[in-house]
C-alpha cells in the first residue's frame, strides 16, 4: 500500500514555491502519493488540478498582510480553509502523514486532531519566524512572544522537522529541545535539470557594458534599498557604464520603484516585477555579476538564500553582505561586504569584479561546480526520503511497542489467573 502524503503551504501557491514542488515531485516518485494544499494566486487560481500526478487543493486567500494586524487576518482565513480542506482531503483521499511548510508557525494546529488518530506531523521549517518578525518590526513585544510561543509549540507536536540548513537544524536541537535523529537538513538546492544558463542576450544590459543582476522577493529585508544607494553611489563616481535589474515581485515594489525615481536611477536601474523562469534565466545568464543585499541582520545570518545557489548554479560571481549561512553556501563564489560601510563597500567590491573578467570566471565555475557536487536539489532528496523514513519507522516502533504491552499484560493476566500470585 502507497503511504500518502499531505502537504500543507500557506504562504505561496504551489508549483510557484519551487522547494515545495521539488519536495513533492521527489517523494511522488520515489513511491508516496502525494496531495499539496496551498493558496491561490500568483497565476494559479484552479480549485483543484492535478500535475505529474499530484493532486493541488488551492483554497481562498486575502491580500497578504503587510502589518501584524495584516497577517492576524491573512493567517486566521488561511487557517479557517486549511481546516475544511484537510478534513475533505483525509475523507476524499485520506493520508498517513502531514507536512507543514513555515511560514507561519501555526499549521501543528490543523494536524493536531489527525495525530490523535495516529497521522504524523513533519515541520518542514523554512523561515526562523522570531527573527523573521524583529527583521520586520524590529521590537520584543506581545506579538514577537507569540511568535516565540507557536515555533516551541510547533516543535513540540512535530515528529520530524526538516530544515533548510544547519543553524536552523541547531535551532530545533537547542530552543526545540528535538532528539537530533528527528531533524534532518534538506537543502533547498536548485534543481539543474531545469535552472541552467541560457545564451546571453546583450540587449538585456540596456546599452551598457556591464549588468549587474538580482532575484528575489521585493520586501522589507531583503535590503533593495541599500541597493538603490549602492547603484547611487556608484552614480556619483561617474560610472554610466552599468546597469542593475532586479527581478521579482513583492509587496515593497511599488515603493522601490518610487525610490528609483526620487533618486534619479531611472535609466540605471530597472524593476521587472514577477516575470516567467525562461525571461529570468535569460537575465541571470546575461548578468557579469550577481547580487544579494540582504540587510545585515540575525534572521539572515542564519538563513540560507535560494537565489545565492541559483546564481552559483548558473556561474555567477556573487556580492553580499558576510552572513554565516551566506558564507557557507557561496564559499569562494562570493565577495563579502562590510557590515558597517555598507554601500560603500559593497559598490567597491562590485566594481572591483566589473574590472577583472579572470576572476569573475574562476568564482563562478567555482561557485557552478560546488552546487554540482553538492548543493543541487538531487544531493537534497536523500534526507528528504530519510526524514520520511524516520516518520514511519518512528509509528511502527510504536506500534511495535504498543502490541508488546498489551502481549506482556495478556501474559502476566493469564499468569495471575493460574497462580493466584501478584502481577
Known amino acids: 500500500m502507497k503511504r500518502k502524503i499531505l502537504i500543507i503551504v500557506e504562504n505561496l501557491p504551489v508549483p510557484f514555491d519551487k522547494r515545495v514542488w521539488k519536495e513533492a515531485a521527489s517523494l511522488q516518485q520515489s513511491g508516496y502519493e ?250 541571470l545568464s546575461t548578468a557579469d555579476v550577481c547580487v544579494n543585499p540582504d540587510r545585515p541582520c540575525e534572521m539572515n545570518d542564519i538563513s540560507t538564500m535560494i537565489k545565492i545557489m541559483e546564481y552559483m548554479a548558473l556561474g555567477k560571481p556573487i556580492v553580499q553582505f558576510d552572513s554565516k549561512e551566506g558564507r557557507f553556501s557561496a564559499k569562494e563564489t562570493s565577495l563579502y561586504a562590510d557590515k558597517l560601510d555598507q554601500v560603500a563597500d559593497f559598490a567597491n567590491r562590485i566594481l572591483w569584479l566589473l574590472e577583472r573578467p579572470e576572476e569573475r570566471q574562476r568564482m563562478g565555475e567555482f561557485g557552478r561546480r560546488r552546487v554540482e557536487k553538492e548543493l543541487a536539489w538531487e544531493h537534497s532528496v536523500e534526507n528528504l526520503l530519510a526524514a520520511y523514513d524516520r516518520v514511519f519507522s518512528k509509528r511502527r516502533r510504536s506500534t511495535d511497542l504498543t502490541q508488546h504491552t498489551y502481549r506482556r499484560k495478556a501474559d502476566q493476566g493469564r499468569h495471575i489467573a493460574t497462580t493466584g500470585g501478584d502481577a
Open 34 to 283: 502525494v496531495t499539496v494544499l496551498c493558496p491561490r494566486g500568483k497565476g494559479y487560481e484552479q480549485r483543484h488540478e492535478v500535475i505529474d500526478g499530484i493532486h493541488i487543493y488551492r483554497h481562498p486567500l486575502p491580500r497578504e498582510g503587510n502589518t501584524p494586524l495584516g497577517y492576524l487576518h491573512e493567517y486566521g482565513w488561511a487557517l479557517f480553509w486549511e481546516f475544511l480542506y484537510t478534513w475533505w482531503i483525509y475523507l476524499r483521499r485520506g493520508f498517513h502523514a502531514i507536512q507543514g511548510c513555515n511560514p507561519p508557525d501555526n499549521i501543528f494546529l490543523i494536524a493536531l486532531p489527525f495525530k490523535l488518530l495516529g497521522i504524523k506531523y513533519i515541520f518542514d521549517h523554512h523561515d526562523a519566524n522570531p527573527e523573521l518578525y524583529l527583521s520586520k518590526y524590529g521590537r520584543k513585544g506581545l506579538l514577537y512572544r507569540a511568535q516565540i510561543w507557536l515555533e516551541k509549540l510547533t516543535y513540540r507536536f512535530s515528529d520530524v522537522v526538516m530544515c533548510t540548513n544547519g543553524s536552523y537544524r541547531d535551532l530545533a536541537v537547542t530552543r526545540g529541545r528535538l532528539d537530533p535523529e528527528d531533524v534532518f537538513i534538506v537543502r533547498n538546492g536548485p534543481d539543474l535539470k531545469t535552472f541552467k544558463p541560457v545564451r546571453p542576450n546583450s540587449a538585456l544590459k540596456h546599452g551598457k557594458p556591464y549588468l549587474v543582476g538580482y532575484v528575489g522577493n521585493m520586501s522589507i529585508q531583503e535590503g533593495l534599498d541599500i541597493l538603490l544607494d549602492i547603484a547611487l553611489h556608484i552614480k556619483t563616481l561617474g560610472r554610466r557604464d552599468i546597469h542593475f535589474t532586479c527581478v521579482g515581485g513583492g509587496p515593497g515594489l511599488p515603493g522601490l520603484r518610487k525610490l528609483v525615481q526620487d533618486k534619479n536611477l531611472e535609466e540605471m536601474v530597472n524593476f521587472t516585477g514577477r516575470i516567467p523562469d525562461e525571461q529570468l534565466l535569460e537575465i
